[in-house]
C-alpha cells in the first residue's frame, strides 16, 4: 500500500477492532490503493470471516469511480463461477462508505507468486490459465469484459483441504448491455503491460480484449517473461500495438508448437484473427496441455462447470432484482444479501438480454490446430503505424492533464 494513497488514509482511520457498520469488526488491512482499502474482517452477524472492501470518502464526489465500485457488486449478481471471486453484500454504511463484502480467500495473488522461482512453469501455467478461461466463459456469455485481466487480479487461494484459482475485481468491467456512462470511445483503461492493442488506442473492445490479456497472462506463466514490456508504460501501449512477442519456443526450447499455435492466436493484434471465444481458446489449451504431457481430464470438468453456471444464469435472469437495488442508509436493511436475492426475489423485472455471440469464421482455424498465429509474421518486414502513435501520444497527453485538473 503506498504510503500517501487514499487507502492508506482509509486504513488509518478503520483501525483493527474497529466496528464497520454495525456489523463488520475489523482484524487486520490486507491491502489497499488509488480508490480505497479491503481489510479482514470479523462479521457478528454470522461469525464468519470477510473481506470487505471501502471506497475512499475523499472519492464519493467522483460519480463514475463511485458506479465503477457499484458494478463490481452488480456484475457478481450475474456471473457466479467457482473461479470468480463471490461479492456476500454490498451498499452505504451507516458511516456513509461506499462497501462491498466479498468471501476471505486465503492465499496470494498471481503477481506476488511469480516473483518466487517456479518449478514447473508448464503445470502451473496450464492451471491458471484453464481456471482463468473458465471463468472468461462465463463471464462473456453474461455480456461482461473484465477489461483488467492481469497476475495482481487472479488470486491463488488454498485452505487446509484444497486450493484454487479466483478471478478479481471487475470494477473496470465494460457490461456490453450498457455502456454509455461508464467507458467512452477514445478512454483508455486497463494495465499497460496486458492491455490489448484496441485497448490502447482507446478504441472500443469486447470479450477479445480479454482473450488477449490472457494470453498475455499465459505468455509469462509458460516463459517467465511479459510479451511485451518496455521502458514505460506509454512505450509498452505502443508497442502492443506494433510490436511482436519473441516465439515462445525460442524462449523456451522444448515447449511444443502447440504452445506456440496457442499464444500466437490469442496475442493477434487483429481481434478478429484471436480466439473469438474463451471456449475455443480453452481447446487450444486442452491440446497444448496433451502435448506437454500434462493431465487433460480437468478440461472436461471445466466445460461441465462453464455451462452449469451459464444455465443457472440464464435461469436467474428471471427472478435476478434490478440494479436499482443498490440501498442507502435507511430504516430497511443497508446491504443487500445477493445469494438470497438470486434465488428468491421475484421482482418481475424485464430480464436482460444475453449478449450476442461473436461471430467466428465457418471453419475456424483453431480447430484445426495448424496456425501459429501472430507468430507466423515474424519474419516479415513490418511498417509501423506512426499515426497510431500520435494517436494514443495525444490521450495520454490528455489524461495528464485532466488528472492534473482534478488534483489540483
Not at 192 to 197: D, E, R
Not at 323 to 328: M, N, P, R
Not at 377 to 383: I, V
Amino acid at each position: 500500500m503506498e504510503p500517501h494513497s487514499p487507502g492508506a488514509d482509509l486504513a488509518a482511520a478503520l483501525t483493527r477492532g474497529t466496528l464497520f457498520h454495525e456489523r463488520y469488526r475489523i482484524a487486520r488491512v490486507l491491502g489497499g490503493g488509488a480508490v480505497g482499502a479491503v481489510f479482514e474482517c470479523y462479521d457478528e452477524h454470522d461469525g464468519r470471516p470477510v473481506a470487505v472492501k471501502v471506497l475512499h470518502p475523499a472519492l464519493m464526489e467522483q460519480p463514475t469511480l463511485v458506479q465503477r465500485f457499484r458494478r463490481e457488486a452488480e456484475i457478481a449478481r450475474r456471473i457466479r463461477h467457482p473461479n470468480i471471486v463471490e461479492v456476500l453484500a454490498y451498499g452505504r454504511s451507516v458511516e456513509g462508505l461506499h462497501f462491498l463484502v466479498m468471501e476471505l480467500l486465503e492465499g496470494e495473488d498471481l503477481e506476488r507468486r511469480l516473483e518466487r522461482p517456479v518449478d514447473d512453469r508448464p503445470t502451473l501455467a496450464v492451471d491458471v490459465t484453464a481456471a482463468l478461461l473458465g471463468a472468461l466463459w462465463v463471464a462473456h456469455e453474461s455480456g461482461v469484459v473484465h477489461r483488467d485481466l492481469k497476475p495482481a487480479n487472479i488470486f491463488l487461494w488454498r485452505s487446509k483441504a484444497q486450493s484454487g484459482i479466483k478471478v478479481l475485481d471487475f470494477g473496470m468491467a465494460r457490461d456490453l448491455e450498457d455502456d454509455a456512462s461508464l467507458t467512452r470511445t477514445g478512454e483508455v483503461l486497463g494495465t499497460p503491460l496486458y492491455m490489448s492493442p484496441e485497448q490502447a488506442c482507446g478504441n472500443a473492445v469486447d470479450s477479445r480484449a480479454d482473450l488477449y490479456a490472457a494470453g498475455c497472462v499465459a505468455y509469462e506463466l509458460f516463459c517467465g517473461q511479459r510479451p511485451i514490456e518496455r521502458a514505460s508504460p506509454y512505450l509498452t501501449m505502443l508497442a502492443h500495438v506494433d510490436d511482436l512477442p519473441a516465439i515462445p519456443s525460442t524462449v523456451v526450447p522444448g515447449l511444443p508448437a502447440s504452445v506456440d499455435a496457442l499464444l500466437g492466436r490469442a496475442l493477434e493484434k487483429d481481434p478478429a484473427k484471436r480466439f473469438q471465444t474463451a471456449s475455443a481458446m480453452t481447446d487450444a489449451l486442452a491440446r497444448a496441455a496433451g502435448e506437454l504431457g500434462l493431465d487433460t481430464s480437468r478440461f472436461e470438468e471445466l466445460s461441465r462447470s462453464a455451462a452449469s453456471a451459464v444455465k443457472a444464469l440464464q435461469e436467474s435472469w428471471g427472478t435476478d432484482p434490478p440494479a436499482k437495488d443498490y440501498l442507502e442508509p435507511g430504516p430497511q436493511a443497508i446491504e443487500t444479501d445477493l445469494i438470497a436475492s438470486m434465488l428468491h426475489a421475484s421482482s418481475g423485472a424485464k430480464p436482460p438480454a444475453p449478449a450476442a455471440p461473436v461471430p467466428s469464421p465457418e471453419k475456424a482455424p483453431e480447430q484445426q490446430g495448424l496456425e501459429t498465429g501472430v507468430f507466423e509474421a515474424l519474419d516479415a518486414p513490418r511498417a509501423r503505424s506512426h499515426w497510431t502513435r500520435w494517436l494514443i501520444g495525444g490521450l495520454v497527453l490528455a489524461a495528464v492533464a485532466v488528472a492534473c485538473f482534478i488534483l489540483r
